[in-house]
């Protein structure tokens, strides 16, 4: 990725492809900074609120997650993605933009309050009538905040974007460990998501500039409708059919077994979600800058699944080696059923990041429409899972998702060899030595796990193994992209330490 925002970032003229480009690597360096920061701060929060209470008030909250994620796409629309997509945006487009997720937020808050008891009936669950409502709050909030969110990411502001997640992650966890030891179970869980919103959307409007018009024009809705409207579908499909396994384990099982699947779905997007969200939040807007330049964009691409790769598969290899110890000594003996699906869901989690860069390429490239034909195809492949899957129990389901995943990538690198050039065999032959590399390096953690040491010495023990082979391995078999920032790192390393550093001019 660096590679990406290095290489490829230029507009027109030189003095604008010198801006674009220093906007980029600080968004990319404030954006790790943000998704390491942030999701650690859930991490970390997770463990405690885990730790603390139990599986099924997990799964309370997870029967939910798909109803609230709906009414979220449908805040969004997808106009957001186009105001970003568009070059020129006029104050009076923003301004309609803004009002038009008001009133989406409101309605869809209205919608839930009213659907809250049918969605009680279907899982059986009377509290979820007052947790829905109460979570309904978080769509409304977060429908004035949008806006000024889409114009950072437009700015490629990532950093004001960082603080203002930063804080509002930790005073909302804070709340929430805060009620969950006064004992007031599922709810410090509803209580933290909606204070959450309501710390972001305020620190939003604190350090963003930018107050909307009295204006609202028809005619810039309709300009970005067709734009705008396939990403809303798409992104309904998305959040409908990511979460449609919560419904079903939701419905056809426990609570109980809903919160271990959660759980382990959470610790497993704790590294795919910090890279998918560095990359995202630079790459889209980075390379709608560049959408004339397919050459161009394939060599930014090609760096950028290279540095996906170095990153993501010793990550997922390794959390699948070291899932049940992790699990033990993290959560506690309670949730230990979490580990197995945490191995398994690790597998689907190595193409995560690698489905993102494909669909921000078709994004880029202002082709919602081939985005839209895309999901619609591949939440076809996620009901044919459930269907063949769902009454054969929960390893089924996920070993079904494992397939779906792979088919699901194969599609998504149809359309990048179509429009640039870069197909599929390319992409996987520019991360194969990373994969092979990652391999070795698990068999190594998993081979120390059988010394006979006890306790969590051998956790520690594991984990710094993990890390010092696949380093050793990488300046063995030198891939390209591991070098590079090696090198990158040894040069800045000698400018910090040089004798001139820190110390003023004479």
Not at 201 to 230: C, H, I, K, Q, Y
Not at 447 to 472: E, K, R
Not at 483 to 492: A, M, N
């Amino acid at each position: 990725m660096t590679a990406l925002i290095r290489e490829e970032c230029f507009i027109v003229t030189p003095v604008m492809s010198n801006s674009l480009k220093s906007k980029a690597i600080h968004a990319l360096s404030w954006g790790f900074v943000e998704s390491v920061g942030l999701q650690s701060v859930r991490f970390v929060i997770g463990i405690v609120l885990a730790r603390i209470l139990f599986p099924e008030q997990f799964g309370l909250m997870a029967m939910l997650t798909v109803f609230i994620a709906v009414a979220q796409a449908f805040l969004d629309s997808g106009f957001g993605a186009a105001l970003i997509q568009k070059r020129n945006v006029t104050d009076t487009e923003t301004a309609t933009i803004f009002y038009f997720n008001i009133a989406v937020g409101v309605a869809a808050s209205g919608i839930l309050c009213l659907l809250a008891p049918r969605i009680a009936a279907f899982y059986s669950q009377p509290i979820l009538t007052p947790m829905t409502r109460a979570l309904s709050l978080v769509i409304a909030i977060n429908s004035f905040g949008l806006i000024q969110d889409v114009l950072l990411t437009k700015q490629l502001d990532v950093k004001t974007q960082t603080k203002v997640s930063l804080i509002a992650g930790v005073l909302s966890g804070a709340i929430g460990v805060g009620l969950a030891l006064a004992d007031f179970g599922v709810w410090s869980l509803v209580v933290q998501q909606i204070s959450q919103s309501l710390f972001r959307t305020s620190l939003l409007w604190r350090f963003n500039d930018w107050r909307p018009s009295l204006a609202f024009s028809v005619t810039s809705m309709r300009e970005m409708f067709g734009f705008g409207s396939r990403l809303l579908a798409s992104g309904l499909l998305d959040q409908i059919f990511n979460n449609v396994y919560l419904v079903v384990i939701g419905k056809l099982f426990s609570a109980r077994d809903l919160g271990f699947f959660t759980r382990a779905s959470g610790i497993r997007s704790l590294p795919t979600h910090t890279i998918s969200a560095t990359v995202g939040r630079v790459s889209f807007p980075v390379l709608s800058a560049i959408q004339d330049d397919p050459a161009r964009m394939k060599r930014g691409l090609k760096q950028a699944f290279s540095t996906l790769a170095l990153l993501n598969f010793p990550m997922m290899i390794g959390l699948a080696v070291l899932a049940h110890p992790l699990v033990r000594v993290l959560l506690t003996e309670k949730w230990a059923a979490s580990a197995f699906y945490l191995q398994l869901l690790c597998i689907s989690g190595m193409l995560y990041p690698l489905h993102v860069i494909n669909l921000d390429l078709l994004k880029a490239l202002g082709r919602s429409d081939l985005f839209l034909r895309l999901e619609v195809i591949k939440k076809a492949l996620v009901v044919t899972n459930i269907l063949v899957t769902a009454r054969s129990g929960i390893t089924p389901m996920i070993w079904g998702m494992i397939v779906t995943s792979f088919v699901s990538y194969y599609l998504n690198a149809f359309y990048t060899a179509a429009l640039i050039g870069y197909s599929i065999w390319e992409q996987l032959r520019d991360m194969c030595p990373y994969l092979i590399v990652s391999a070795l390096m698990g068999i190594a953690v998993y081979s120390i796990g059988l010394l006979p040491i006890a306790g969590d010495w051998l956790l520690l023990l594991q984990i710094a193994t993990g890390i010092i082979v696949y380093i050793a391995l990488c300046l063995t078999f030198r891939p390209h992209t591991f070098i590079e920032i090696w090198q990158w790192g040894l040069t800045y390393r000698h400018r910090l330490s040089g004798p001139g550093y820190g110390r003023p001019s004479r």
